[in-house]
């Protein structure tokens, strides 16, 4: 199925939009705010401009899995493209953490007294600004295109925008008190616990990043309860099918996906297998939430 013949709700076109104009905008920002990080010498607004770098990798590729997901592209992955979106996640909580350690280390090796632009300072804090109008702004944008038709992907971003307005929050307070203080040297002792928090604010994304991601990443094979769950449904409708093929199962993250192979008799018609095959389908979805079950009938040669 073609994109261009997909046609989208109006919800699903407001989500798009959203994302995409949050993207850019988030890119205009990192764009203007590195150029005064790394020229103001604020350790607090250089780590500022890495977490805002990294953290708008995951946007991107929400992003692209969004559209797909509007447009059913799945099919070409086995197990849909949610693993794409968890890898990213690993990659970048692991590049949070190597931030955080290449920021530590230049805490360590700075001297307290080591002098900080003010005018160029000035346009880190309009940056910071900047950047806490687009995080509120977009954390109310989501909610909103949120309320109709939930998406998991959208509930994602709600939940990081308004961390990273929190954050914005105190990276502007911090930004203001290091440009105010006259003398430099507390200015700098300002900054560098700015520096830290930021450091500490990466290590806790970068956790929750691996403990969200890591397990949705790795197939794992159904528990034993819910193996014999399903055995049970398949005796429970051994009237309704001539043969049992076996079965495949397999929990990728929070989704149980099965594949069941039931055998039928040749002179059965289409419609009277589909006709046997939904109560089975459906009392497998009910009874193992999560699940998205597929039965692949087979015909069974007469003798």
Request: glycine share 6%; proline share 4%.
């Amino acid at each position: 199925m073609s994109g261009s013949s997909v046609n989208l709700t109006p919800d699903q076109l407001a989500k798009e939009k959203a994302v995409f104009w949050a993207v850019v905008l988030d890119a205009a920002i990192l764009a203007f705010f590195a150029v005064a990080g790394l020229l103001s010498g604020s350790m607090t607004a250089l780590s500022e401009v890495i977490r805002i770098l990294l953290l708008l990798t995951i946007e991107v590729v929400s992003y692209v899995v969004l559209k797909r997901a509007h447009r059913g592209r799945f099919m070409e992955f086995e197990y849909g493209i949610g693993k794409i979106e968890r890898i990213t996640n690993l990659l970048v909580a692991f590049g949070l953490l190597l931030s955080g350690l290449y920021i530590l280390s230049k805490v360590f090796t700075m001297d307290d007294g080591a002098p900080i632009s003010t005018n160029i300072m000035m346009l880190a804090i309009i940056s910071a600004a900047a950047n806490l109008m687009v995080n509120y702004y977009f954390s109310v944008a989501f909610i909103r295109s949120n309320e109709k038709e939930s998406s998991v992907i959208i509930s994602s971003q709600i939940a990081a925008r308004i961390a990273k307005t929190v954050a914005s929050i105190i990276v502007l307070a911090i930004l203001m008190i290091t440009l105010w203080l006259p003398d430099p040297k507390s200015a700098r002792m300002v900054d560098l616990f700015g520096s830290l928090f930021m450091v500490g604010y990466m290590v806790v994304i970068a956790v929750g990043l691996i403990r969200e991601s890591l397990p949705e990443i790795l197939d794992r094979t159904i528990p034993e309860p819910e193996h014999y769950q399903l055995l049970r449904i398949l005796a429970r409708y051994f009237d309704n099918y001539d043969g049992f093929n076996g079965y495949k199962a397999r929990r990728s993250g929070k989704d149980l996906f099965i594949l069941i192979n039931l055998g039928f008799n040749s002179d059965r018609t289409i419609g009277q297998i589909e006709e046997r095959l939904a109560p089975i389908r459906k009392a497998v979805e009910s009874e193992l939430p999560g699940s998205s079950v597929s039965i692949e009938p087979q015909i069974i040669p007469s003798r």
